[in-house]
Nanobody, 120 residues
Framework: QVQLVESGGGLVQLGGSLRLSCAAS????????MGWYRQGPGKQRELVTT???????NYADSVKSRFTISRDIAKKMVYLQMNALAPEDTAVYYC??????????????WGQGTQVTVSS
């Protein structure tokens, strides 16, 4: 079985920073694209950022220049550095990964989520 486990969430003040981590474990041949999504109170889940296996990144306009995604392929980790946090960034943040269990096919997995709360 495959698990994605997020960590690093918490309560932070306006303008503060947090770093989220996501660890993938289990029966993994290799990881494809990985990413972070979030779901704020009363909102739908939305894309925050993704990173491909060759390091190409994509960001939602709302987080560009404030958030940075990175990954450690050997450790099967993905990170999200969040700076200049604002109350509208308050959400549950979910890790997402394309998990190849062989050379050809992948399934998409989600973590259980980690709460980020930004106080004003």
């Amino acid at each position: 079985q495959v698990q994605l486990v997020e960590s690093g969430g918490g309560l932070v003040q306006l303008g503060g920073s947090l770093r989220l981590s996501c660890a993938a474990s289990g029966s993994i041949f290799r990881l494809g694209a990985m990413g972070w999504y979030r779901q704020g109170p009363g909102k739908q889940r939305e894309l925050v950022t993704t990173i491909t296996s060759d390091g190409t990144t994509n960001y939602a306009d709302s987080v560009k220049s404030r958030f940075t995604i990175s990954r450690d392929i050997a450790k099967k980790m993905v990170y999200l550095q969040m700076n200049a946090l604002a109350p509208e960034d308050t959400a549950v943040y979910y890790c997402n990964a394309e998990v190849f269990r062989n050379a050809y096919y992948y399934s998409t997995y989600w973590g259980q989520g980690t709460q980020v709360t930004v106080s004003s």
